[in-house]
């Protein structure tokens, strides 16, 4: 006993003294010009292992035993600000640091796109990359996915109604989540996003987050999410652009925008046209695609600063998107709109976190027409649906805590061939979170912080009684529950020059058929057998590697930013899309069990402090059965250079893309089964090239444009029709300042 006695003594007396030789270290980094918190910031100790890094407010914690340490000075370094050093005795708690950027940033070009705030305290923070406006405004694009292309795992879908979405990684377009603002903007009854109605003059930036998230509700179980955030604060009065280009496309947008008593307003207009005549044949039948876009927001910052923001926040949100799509040739006709308005509250309290709460309306309507077997077919499609969300995110020192509800509530009347179907969706989420922090870094590789999730979805379906109702009502499931969750661990090491990151995360989610995808499969089944679609599920696991390195003394060398990510994804119940040929027309099945693999890496350096930009990405899939991925290529190589000094600014971009293989629909038998067509398609490669210039006057700022589209392609034709070939545009504008 006493001998148990005496070694307890013993172990609290030695606890005691290396506990006094311990001291902690408190502060919060910020930028010297606007005193905004920067994150990712590197700290350590001069000649050894022992770092942290600050967190997203800026914050840094760092308990040191001086025993195993000789220096006492602190090494604060980020890719983006001048080195300074500080001693131990010279930061008060809580002190604020001051970094002086050290990297002119010109404005035609993004020159840290990947290493922006990171905005999402709910999301794993993995594979995030953020695009800045300063790369992709008044340089010749097309739409928004022109800015997007150039990521390794994105895939461009583009069809001849000219609509266009995107796949991530394999996936199906509807599995990529559209946010607008963080609010979702797909439509609800396919769960699809038009994104070359989004008009880009107006985005701050567009953030993608690949992986299974939880940047918002309605991503959790997607297969990656585009946020894109409009700049509610322009720099700018008034602006007009104007592009002409191939296939007689022409297209224009105008932006006001005006800050009024606290209040940051802005608006724009704009209108798409394009006609595509068919090759090889002697009439004059082609595609003629039409397309408008309306967009209006607000914020108005209210109440005590906190944190350097306001403590209140209320935005709101419209947009408005019409698109018009005629061929002559097959006499497919296409109409469609959507009208959005969403409106967020967003508080910050001192000692209990955040809260956000919105609301958002989304009308969606399309009207469907075309001929098949010389009998003429017509599907209507009407959407009226309602989000609510609330959630609140508890940050600390050592944990965060997320929570969220989300209803929403949808009716959609789908009328084929005069008959009509009506009906209701309820969905009601609840997801959360808890992630545990460890901000104190004491070795070359230690763990930075774990964190939990969970999602918990009930949908109820059902269906409005009327006289004409069919019986493809009878045949949908009324009622699904499932739940999902995940888990994410990182490491990170701080040598005193550089930062590495490796995040591990692994997923175990779902996806529920949206009721559209419900009644085509009925309607159209692709095998006779019972073709009611079922939830498919899917597990992911994924390991992300970053690294950044500003250790050099050339000035011609600025930075390096390395990024490399495996993963797999293995679904049940694959669900598919395919299409008609020749058409626009929609058809959907549960495929077999499949299984994707992955690798995905890219490299970013700087020169000359960011007046040159290179790039370089590639990305390679492994399908075991490509009938599962229809269309989907299996690597694409991007590398790129962008070069902009004061006179003029010069991007010149590198794609290739795989072939690929998939089905299509070739004909309806008597039966109305659905007879399906193998089709490989070739591999692309592509050379686009810009040229800008800008004039500046007084209040006035004109800049014209020259770019080229796929130069190194002629021409790839696809039903007759010439999709990826070499096209040239030429753009201008005008802002008042």
Avoid at 643 to 664: C, D, R, T, V, W
Wanted: include cysteine; aromatic fraction near 12%; glycine fraction near 6%.
């Amino acid at each position: 006993m006493k001998h148990k006695i005496f070694t307890l003594i013993f172990s609290l007396f030695i606890f005691i003294q290396l506990f006094g030789q311990n001291i902690v270290i408190k502060g919060t980094v910020v930028d010297s010009t606007d005193s905004k918190p920067i994150q990712s910031v590197n700290i350590s100790i001069k000649d050894s292992y022992i770092g942290t890094i600050t967190d997203d407010n800026g914050h840094f914690r760092l308990s040191i035993d001086t025993s195993k340490v000789k220096s006492r000075s602190l090494i604060i370094s980020h890719v983006k600000y001048k080195l300074k050093k500080i001693n131990f005795g010279d930061i008060k708690d809580r002190e604020k640091i001051k970094l002086i950027e050290k990297v002119f940033q010109f404005k035609n070009i993004s020159i840290y796109g990947n290493i922006n705030e990171f905005e999402y305290k709910q999301e794993i923070r993995n594979a995030v990359t953020s695009i800045s406006s300063a790369s992709f405004e008044d340089v010749g694009n097309i739409d928004v996915t022109d800015v997007l292309k150039s990521e390794q795992s994105i895939h461009i879908n583009e069809k001849l109604n000219g609509e266009k979405n995107i796949s991530i990684r394999g996936s199906n377009s509807d599995e990529v989540v559209i946010l607008y603002d963080g609010i979702p903007i797909n439509n609800n009854y396919s769960n699809n996003s038009d994104l070359s109605l989004i008009n880009e003059d107006i985005l701050d930036h567009i953030d993608i987050i690949k992986g299974n998230n939880v940047a918002s509700m309605g991503a959790y179980n997607s297969s990656a999410v585009i946020n894109l955030v409009p700049k509610y604060k322009q720099d700018y009065l008034v602006k007009f652009n104007q592009q002409f280009g191939s296939y007689n496309s022409g297209k224009w947008n105008l932006n006001l925008h005006k800050d009024l008593f606290g209040v940051n307003m802005f608006s724009g207009i704009g209108n798409t046209s394009s006609k595509l005549n068919y090759v090889d044949t002697t009439t004059n039948s082609g595609i003629l695609n039409t397309s408008s876009d309306i967009t209006a927001g607000l914020s108005i910052p209210f109440g005590k600063t906190f944190k350097d923001k306001k403590q209140h926040n209320i935005k709101a949100i419209f947009l408005q998107n019409e698109r018009k799509y005629e061929n002559s040739q097959i006499s497919d006709t296409l109409e469609t709109d959507q009208t959005l308005m969403n409106l967020k509250f967003h508080k910050i309290f001192k000692n209990i976190g955040e809260s956000s709460f919105y609301f958002s309306k989304q009308n969606s309507n399309q009207a469907h027409s075309w001929v098949y077997n010389d009998s003429s077919r017509k599907r209507i499609l009407e959407d009226n649906t309602n989000i609510f969300q609330g959630d609140h995110i508890y940050d600390t020192e050592n944990i965060s805590i997320f929570l969220a509800y989300q209803n929403k509530k949808s009716k959609i009347s789908e009328t084929y061939n005069e008959n009509t179907e009506n009906f209701q969706r309820s969905n009601n989420n609840i997801s959360g979170g808890l992630q545990f922090k460890n901000n104190d870094i004491s070795s070359l590789f230690d763990l930075k912080d774990v964190q939990l999730s969970f999602k918990y979805e009930n949908v109820s379906d059902s269906k409005i009684e009327l006289s004409d109702i069919s019986a493809i009502s009878d045949s949908i499931k009324d009622r699904w529950h499932e739940k999902s969750f995940m888990i994410s661990t990182s490491f990170i090491g701080t040598p005193k020059y550089f930062l590495y990151k490796v995040n591990f995360n692994y997923f175990s989610g779902f996806r529920i058929p949206s009721l559209l995808q419900q009644v085509t499969a009925l309607r159209f089944p692709i095998t006779e057998k019972n073709n009611t679609l079922l939830t498919e599920y899917k597990s992911n696991l994924e390991i992300v590697n970053t690294l950044a390195i500003n250790k050099f003394d050339s000035n011609i060398l600025s930075e390096i930013l390395f990024k490399f990510s495996i993963f797999t994804n293995s679904y049940q119940n694959k669900m598919r899309m395919l299409h008609l040929k020749g058409s626009s027309v929609q058809y959907f099945d549960n495929y077999n069990d499949a299984q994707i693999y992955g690798i995905e890496t890219s490299v970013t350096p700087l020169f000359v402090n960011g007046v040159c930009k290179l790039n370089f990405s590639a990305s390679k899939y492994f399908i075991e059965n490509k009938l599962a991925f229809p269309f989907k290529p299996t690597s694409k190589l991007a590398t790129g250079l962008i070069i902009a000094p004061k006179m003029f600014n010069f991007s010149i971009q590198f794609f290739h893309e795989s072939g690929s293989m998939g089905l299509f629909v070739n004909e309806i038998n008597n039966n109305g089964v659905l007879i399906l067509k193998k089709m490989e398609m070739d591999s692309f490669k592509s050379l686009d090239i810009q040229l800008k210039k800008e004039f500046k006057l007084w209040r006035f700022n004109t800049y014209i444009s020259v770019s080229g589209k796929n130069i190194l392609n002629d021409k790839m034709v696809l039903e007759g029709i010439a999709l990826k070939d070499r096209r040239f545009y030429l753009s201008g504008g005008i802002e008042f300042k």
